[in-house]
Structure formats: C-alpha cells, structure tokens
C-alpha cells in the first residue's frame, strides 16, 4: 500500500505540477499575446499616422503645383492687361493731344473763347498733362486760350461766321 500511495501521490503531484507547468505557459502566451495586440495597434497607428501624413503632403504638394500654375497665369494676363493699359494711355494721349491742338487752333484763330469752350479744353488738358504724361503742346494752346477775351456764344457763334 506504501507504494500504491506513493504511486498515487507521484501522479497527483506529477498532474499538478503538469497543470501549474500548463497554467504558467497560458499566463505567459496570453500576456505575450496582449503585447502583439498592443505592438500591433501602435504599428497600425504609425502606419495609418504616416499614411496620412502622405496623403495631407501629396494634396498640399497638389495644391501648390495649382498655385504655381495659377500664379503664372495671373502674371500672363497682368502682363497681358499692363500693356493693353499702355496702348490705351498712348492712344488717349495721342487722341487728347490731337483735340487740344485743334480746339485751340480754332479759339486762337477766333481771337475769342466762351466760359464753356475754356471749361472744356481744361478738363481734357488736366488728365492730359497730369495724369497721362502729355507734352508741351497741349500747355502751349491751353496757355494762350487762357489769356484770350471771354465773350458770350453769341459773339462766339458771329465771330466763326467771320
């Protein structure tokens, strides 16, 4: 009986031992399995952190290219309108110039000029000369219709009759 015993108590304790042995490797597989989980959570993390970190560079990366491309046809088009603005100014200043010289021909040659017909050679002569740039020409014509006799129309209207 000392040896059934002792048979009996060497598998019991055989079986427990296993069983500590088995619950120690279960303890030690579930904890290992809890740090892949948590190690894969944070590699999936940095992944999808850099993956959208990507995605954020490659629209701004887009976004630039369209700007670029945007900025470089504003400055066509204002390069485009700048001379448009030029032609515009040379061709008021050539049309401003033209009318000045032939309005004030025409009083100079009168001898006489009108309140209105002065009002108007002064209001093309200002934008013409201070704004646009125009020449001594216009100044020269304006200066004299300045110190010509104002009369009525009138006397204008009999003095082109002359």
Known sequence: MNETVKLILTFLLSSSFVGFVQFLINRHDAKHSKYAELEKMIVDGLQEREDT???RY???AE??????NVMKEL?????EQKQVVTANSELLVGLAQDRLAF??????KRGVITLDELAILEEIYEPYHDKLGGNGRGKAGIEQCRRLPIV???IAIMKDKE
């Open 58 to 60: 490659e629209k701004h």
């Open 152 to 154: 009525s129309e009138e």
């Open 103 to 108: 309005l004030t021909d025409r009083y100079i």
């Open 75 to 79: 400055a066509k088009t204002t390069l």
């Open 53 to 55: 970190g990507r995605k």
């Open 63 to 68: 976004a630039i290219e369209e700007l670029r």
